[in-house]
């Protein structure tokens, strides 16, 4: 199975109409993620002073097995590279897979055939600036189900985050950023936000340097005890609340003066979140080893530029610092 | 057990006296690699035309387990980033390490007490030229030994290679480089040569991006079925062989002109070099897991700069899709 491209364009793809609360899971996600890649990027397309625009890319894996859309703006004068993926596939999962996953799900089982068809679909975001005063973020929303032989759902859940990446801390920022997902998270449930803010600490984690990716955000994965309308819909407010998280940092920061030396520092703390997807996030680890991946949709995530320098150590009481001290001890940023 | 700092300075460390072919291996080919650094360093200093000189840092690991060290050349004129370092250490393999080693070394067995020393030495270096018409190259030779509760080796093997990564194909020049290697290989084995380089071929493959990193070399493990004495010369003969297999080529490129797109080549096959190292290098990935590991050695093989572009696509009958092709399908250099 190998992923083909169907279309190039930066005229997006025209959208299905919106599924109700009665239709399956499945459709209404896939509706939902479909329409707010396009609402992203064209919010995003607001911030490009020359009118640069996302190409839009749709892909399909074999003939069978589903496909999505890239959508890349690079080169941007606010944006180095930013990319908006969808992607919705489905299949057969492997013994081992479905092995793997009963450790969170028990109701998995294979049909009598044998064979456990599954669906997948998310959205998958990293945003790289060009001013190094303007914060790279991460997030992805996904939903998962396995497939009884009738069609019906098995085992589903829900898994996404939102997660902030600084070169330069400015603390009422990133304030803004983690009051708009604490906001999203309280209006489901108020151990929410404490709870994946944690979470989000942990995974987005370097063990061999010693530091946090970022400033972090919220991380969630294997969300299923509650009704699914109602995780769905925690998904959307949280998905919902990024422009609003993120655009109002851009535009205080993308015409900010900023030094070649501060440009350097951001090529050095993008070379660690090359280090960080291609070592240890899992979703790219995943991408990497799946027959049929779409490589490039996969790795969009990487920086346009990037650099490692040999025993680099910012001065102390430097801002350079300032961020390490921050990332080397993760802070609560909400009273 | 975490690695520290001990010195660091542009003076070479001082060299012991050679130890005789009597002495044990693991004193042989310790001498050996600490003086065959000095001996590459010093002439790579002399292709760098404002006399930039490389940096020694000697750091030891823990307080018994040894340690090395790490020569690196930053910012040079010929060479953005270039890495010549040493390791020598040693300690008790957990039993993980002895049962996975054993698939190779049927002999290796846990001493009376349950446990294994092992003594491990080896140079590792990586050379990222600033000139794209410049190719990478990248060596590594180590020897490795378990021990008996006497002192006196149990297993032992040698391992290593030489590959070269160019951003552009001049095939006199990978000709020049095959040549110099198999002259090397066939000076102890014919049967070298031939076998190692598909080695090489094969290792130094990524397979999510279906092409080798570069355009190959020779690569070799667990290599034991010869007198050691007789693995030891042919080691030193592979190493001794990388200068005038080199260094020729980085005087004939070194000064051509180059487009700002050819320098972009660059970075994009940079990132390719970048994903081989921190997805697929079998020392990488082991090193980031040790407890103890120098990070900033093992990380030095990571360019000054690269870069990831999305969906790149050399135009048919470019230098650039020149180089792809070689890359997708290996060739033999040599008659």
């Given at each position: 199975m190998v992923a083909s491209n169907v279309s190039s364009s930066t005229t997006p793809p025209v959208l299905k109409p919106t599924p109700g609360p009665d239709a399956p899971m499945r459709e209404q996600m896939e509706a939902y993620i479909r329409r707010m890649q396009q609402v992203i990027a064209t919010n995003l397309e607001k911030l490009e002073p020359n009118g640069k625009k996302f190409q839009y890319d749709e892909w399909k894996?074999?003939?069978?097995g589903g496909g999505g859309v890239s959508a890349v703006l690079q080169n941007?004068?606010?944006?180095?590279k930013a990319g908006v993926n969808i992607s919705v596939v489905h299949g057969e999962l492997p013994p081992a897979a479905i092995e793997k996953m009963?450790?969170?799900?028990?109701?998995?089982t294979a049909n009598s055939d044998g064979k456990l068809p599954f669906f997948a679909c998310g959205l998958s975001q990293v945003l790289h600036p060009t001013n190094p005063m303007c914060p790279t973020v991460h997030l992805n929303y996904r939903y998962f189900e396995t497939m009884n032989q009738d069609g019906t759902p098995q085992a589903w859940w829900f898994g996404g985050g939102t997660d902030l990446t600084p070169s330069y801390l400015f603390e009422e920022d990133v304030i803004h950023f983690h009051n708009s997902l604490k906001d999203a998270c309280d209006q489901h449930d108020p151990e929410y936000y404490p709870k994946f803010k944690k979470w989000c600490d942990e995974y987005f984690y370097l063990p061999h340097r010693n530091e946090?990716?970022?400033v972090g955000g919220i991380f969630f994965d294997?969300?299923?005890?509650?009704d699914p309308q109602e995780l769905f819909e925690f998904a959307q407010t949280c998905l919902n609340s990024f422009l609003p998280g993120y655009v109002p940092i851009i535009e205080k920061r993308m015409n900010q003066p900023f030094t070649k030396e501060q440009k350097w520092w951001q090529q050095i703390r993008r070379g660690r979140y090359v280090e960080f997807n291609l070592v240890h996030d899992r979703g790219t680890q995943f991408g990497l080893q799946t027959?049929?991946?779409r490589i490039e949709s996969i790795l969009m995530?990487?920086?346009?530029t990037a650099g490692w320098v040999y025993q680099h150590s910012p001065e102390e009481g430097s801002r350079e610092q300032e961020l390490l001290d921050v990332l080397k001890m993760p802070r609560e940023w909400l009273p």
């Open positions: 894996r074999g003939e069978t941007g004068d606010t944006f180095e009963r450790v969170n799900h028990k109701n998995m946090c990716r970022g294997d969300l299923d005890n509650k027959p049929g991946s995530s990487l920086p346009l």
